[in-house]
């Protein structure tokens, strides 16, 4: 399946705006946009080193405040659909949804033998609850898993406890299989930390920061054995495909407290999530970098700013922080993950010119499937509420070809988004 994208051009890819779009062998959509400006017709799958799915997305948006546009966005749609036979276009939910992609969940032969970097990574894995997710993930053979926090619903004070409770979900027999053939690392979040949505207060952080250690077999010698917070970098690297860095951000141990509201949290101007000594080892992985792709492993959500719960925007000094560190070192393919939410989703969001990607996975184990119309802005399609992991799968031809998924059971591809 191939597909057309018309878009306007600007002086950099990053900054032109895709402005309309459809299937090639369904016959092209044509849009008589009124602002006249200059156009470019670009062939969906035939060029690289440009997020044409989240610059549509943008066009989207920022069009929708001009009635002329609405309007022309409406005669695009309506004439689209009947060109597409009944495929959908022009919402960010039916962009990502590539039915090549979608068709190759079939075929075991997708993965490995096609040569193809998989990353896979989830959350929230209650060790008392049904673990339905480990023989698909086990199934596409990643070349590495992430944990992303609530490893374990440890807490508790008492040591013991909490290795009981990482005992119990280690000794799965697929989780099991898959440490025997995958290399495992992880962050954590406020459950296995020890305390629900605690920070730098909690008084057994060090010593839980030992039982999590434990947990992820790092050896003795580790720098994490000695310091403080978990955080950590890993570069996975595959020759023909990419080398992949992927940094793992500690979100507990120095946070500072959140601000309470009557819907739940609201900001916190002047406190801290990383702390001094973590936003430095950060700077220094980022500024010498030179990855194909970055991803930055967080356990809460970094782009989402509406829900009430923890998030990045509770502390919206650090998320800018964040952000303009990624810009400032133009980071090559940023892709941020995170987990917390017990809900699975997608985000987008242009800052400071540069454009940044969210996939939130997981739950593992227990999905919030009471969550079906949270705001956010910057969601492309649509939440994810049953029990979920994602993926990163890239693949290169001429060019890096990075695709992002949300899973459910047996592999359902839930939500997914190309990112060249
Ligand atoms: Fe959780």
């Given at each position: ?6 878009w306007r051009k600007t002086s950099s890819f990053w900054s032109g705006s ?19 400006v200059g156009?470019t ?8 080193g440009m997020?044409?799915?989240?610059q ?294 242009r800052?400071n010119g540069k454009y ?65």
């Amino acid at each position: 399946m191939r597909y057309a994208v018309l878009w306007r051009k600007t002086s950099s890819f990053w900054s032109g705006s895709i402005l309309a779009f459809g299937r090639i062998d369904s016959g092209l959509c044509r849009l008589a946009w009124p602002s006249g400006v200059g156009w470019t017709l670009n062939d969906y799958d035939g060029k690289c080193g440009m997020n044409r799915g989240l610059q549509l997305k943008e066009a989207w948006l920022n069009h929708f405040n001009d009635p002329l546009r609405v309007l022309a966005i409406a005669l695009f749609v309506v004439g689209c659909l009947s060109l597409m036979n009944g495929s959908t276009v022009g919402s960010a939910e039916d962009i990502g949804s590539s039915g090549d992609v979608a068709s190759n969940e079939s075929d075991e032969s997708h993965h490995r033998d096609k040569d193809c970097m998989i990353i896979a990574f989830g959350c929230c894995c209650h060790q008392e609850f049904e673990q339905p997710l480990w023989d698909d993930i086990l199934s596409q053979g990643p070349d590495l898993w992430i944990w992303l926090g609530d490893n374990i619903y440890g807490d508790s004070e008492d040591m013991s406890v909490m290795r009981a409770k990482y005992n119990q979900n280690k000794s799965n027999p697929l989780y099991q299989q898959l440490l025997k053939s995958t290399p495992v690392i992880g962050t954590w979040d406020d459950h296995d930390y020890g305390m629900g949505d605690g920070g730098k207060q909690f008084s057994m952080k060090a010593e839980s920061q030992q039982e999590h250690l434990d947990f992820l077999d790092v050896p003795p010698d580790d720098i994490r054995r000695t310091r403080e917070g978990v955080y950590n970098s890993y570069l996975l690297s595959r020759k023909a495909i990419a080398n992949v860095k992927v940094i793992l951000l500690d979100t507990r141990y120095f946070r500072d407290d959140l601000v309470v509201t009557d819907d739940h949290y609201g900001p916190n101007l002047e406190g801290e999530i990383l702390g001094e000594a973590q936003w430095k080892w950060l700077e220094q992985e980022l500024a010498g970098s030179d990855a194909d792709i970055h991803i930055i492993g967080s356990s809460i959500q970094v782009i989402s700013e509406e829900h009430g719960l923890e998030k990045w925007a509770n502390f919206p000094a650090e998320r800018k922080r964040l952000l303009d560190l990624l810009v400032r070192f133009d980071v090559k393919h940023p892709i941020l993950i995170s987990g917390d939410r017990h809900i699975g989703e997608m985000s987008a969001l242009r800052w400071n010119g540069k454009y940044f990607f969210e996939v939130s996975a997981g739950s593992l184990t227990h999905a919030r499937k009471d969550i079906d119309d949270e705001i956010n802005k910057h969601r492309l399609g649509s939440i994810v509420n049953v029990e979920n992991y994602g993926t990163i799968e890239v693949s290169r031809d001429d060019c890096l070809k990075i695709k992002v998924f949300i899973k459910a059971d047996n592999r359902k591809v839930m939500a997914d988004f190309e990112l060249n």
